[in-house]
T-cell receptor
Framework: SQTIHQWPATLVQPVGSPLSLECTVE??????LYWYRQAAGRGLQLLFY??????ISSEVPQNLSASRPQDRQFILSSKKLLLSDSGFYLC????????????FGPGTRLTVT | AQKITQTQPGMFVQEKEAVTLDCTYD???????LFWYKQPSSGEMIFLIY??????QNATEGRYSLNFQKARKSANLVISASQLGDSAMYFC????????????FGTGTSLTVIP
């Protein structure tokens, strides 16, 4: 069966510090991978998605970047965090085809102070 | 235009009663998938149910069913025999075959089950 891991679960970082969130998927090959952000009490905002190693699509101009160094690894980064980067970050995966559901990791709660 | 619209920010239902959460969608792609997710206060996003655009019958998964009305472009979630553990945020989502990679989410409905 497939599983998706995210770490860390919670993170408190000062403004201006770097960020690295990691997501890995097990039990599947060639997945689509996604990063979402969710502000408190709000919906999901798609940040990045990837259909393969080194292939990243950015949905929203951000202070953030993403990389996919391996097939089942997706990393969300920032060089300098802003207060507005606080939120709940969710990683997800789906199969390429057919267009079925995506599955989410447990999420990372990021607080920028 | 919004791809997914959920017009009910909050809903209340008595325990053991049924509740319908509304979702409408907008697409010109003849092939697409519709999904519902549950997000409890812990934050995890739990996949509940899937409906394909060519499926003839409404999807069901246990106490969850999807009332799919293609002509109206609606995909309402029906939860039967509500339980206290059903209290959560519920998100409707869509994935189009032609774009394939993006999922479009609604703004969510907060459901509270009253004992």
């Amino acid at each position: 069966s497939q599983t998706i891991h995210q770490w860390p679960a919670t993170l408190v970082q000062p403004v201006g510090s770097p960020l690295s969130l990691e997501c890995t998927v097990e039990g599947t090959s060639n997945p689509n991978l996604y990063w979402y952000r969710q502000a408190a009490g709000r919906g999901l905002q798609l940040l990045f998605y990837s259909v393969g190693i080194g292939q990243i699509s950015s949905e929203v101009p951000q202070n953030l970047s993403a990389s996919r160094p391996q097939d089942r690894q997706f990393i969300l980064s920032s060089k300098k965090l802003l207060l507005s980067d606080s939120g709940f970050y969710l990683c997800a995966w789906s199969v390429r085809y057919p267009p079925r559901e995506q599955y989410f990791g447990p999420g990372t709660r990021l607080t920028v102070t | 235009a919004q791809k997914i619209t959920q017009t009910q920010p909050g809903m209340f239902v008595q325990e053991k009663e049924a509740v319908t959460l509304d979702c409408t969608y907008d697409t010109s792609d003849p092939s697409y998938g519709l999904f519902w997710y549950k997000q409890p206060s812990s934050g995890e996003m739990i996949f509940l149910i899937y409906q394909g655009s060519y499926d003839q019958q409404n999807a069901t998964e246990g106490r969850y069913s999807l009332n799919f009305q293609k002509a109206r472009k609606s995909a309402n979630l029906v939860i039967s025999a509500s339980q206290l553990g059903d209290s959560a945020m519920y998100f409707c989502a869509m994935r189009e075959t032609n774009t394939g990679n993006q999922f479009y989410f609604g703004t969510g409905t907060s459901l509270t089950v009253i004992p």
